[in-house]
């Protein structure tokens, strides 16, 4: 299985500050015949199931707010916040689906 | 609007088996796959398997296999996880989700969870 891990495992970030998240996968997730990553981001609140924010490593979900966003391919990736709210206080996981789907261990964002 | 509605917690002892249930509505039921993933307490996210609700085709994690079946309903646009020989590491929230059309790997929509609790 591919194993994916993320750094920070936590992270304080000031609000309206700038928070990124990065994820690393032991093997590409490029599927290279269409140029596409197979690689999303999911926030989890609370009590809630995950929500999907980005797929394709890149591409926002319907209704996600523009101050997300997500970068990266092969094996390196990140998901940026670029002005932290309040309510983007959550557990983000990054997550392929290249092969047998797997998850990143989770970052726990905060406020500072 | 798309919606999985699972099944009620569980409370269940060693040894025994549980049955969730997810109910899709609002999207035609044999369009997209279905993916069960689990959550223990204060863990991270497992995949454990997909169904595809238009033949059946399924495909476990290896970790699982021997220990789950994925089953569908097309007359109600239920699919059904069942895990047998619980053990107290099996407590965990499960969850249901939609495979979405960007490669069907990418979960749009999920359940709203359903705890399995084992304890004797």
């Known amino acids: 299985d591919i194993v994916m891990t993320q750094s920070p495992d936590s992270l304080a970030v000031s609000l309206g500050e700038r928070a990124t998240i990065n994820c690393k996968s032991s093997q590409t997730v490029l599927y290279s015949s269409n140029n596409t990553n197979y690689l999303t981001w999911y926030q989890q609140k609370p009590g809630q199931p995950p929500k999907l924010l980005i797929y394709w490593a890149s591409t926002r979900e319907s209704g996600v707010p523009d101050r997300f966003s997500g970068s990266g391919s092969g094996t390196d990736f990140s998901l940026t916040i670029s002005s932290l709210q309040a309510e983007d206080v959550a557990v983000y996981y990054c997550?392929?689906?290249?092969?047998?789907?797997?998850f990143g261990q989770g970052t726990k964002l905060e406020i500072k | 609007q798309v919606q999985l509605v699972q099944s009620g917690a569980e409370v269940k002892k060693p040894g025994a088996s549980v049955k969730v249930s997810c109910k899709a509505s609002?999207?035609?039921?044999?369009?997209?796959?279905i993916h069960w993933v689990r959550q223990a307490p204060g863990q991270g996210l497992e995949w454990m398997g997909i169904?595809?609700?238009?033949?059946?085709?399924?495909s476990y994690a290896q970790r699982f296999q021997g220990r789950v079946t994925m089953t569908r309903d097309t007359s109600t646009s239920t699919v059904y996880l069942e895990l047998s020989s619980l053990r107290s590491e099996d407590t965990a929230v499960y969850y249901c989700a939609r495979g979405g059309a960007r490669g069907g790997g990418d979960f749009d929509y999920w359940g709203q969870g359903t705890l399995v609790t084992v304890s004797s």
């Open positions: 169904i595809n609700p238009s033949g059946g085709s399924r």
């Open positions: 997550q392929q689906y290249y092969s047998t789907p797997t």
């Open positions: 609002g999207y035609t039921f044999t369009s997209n796959y």
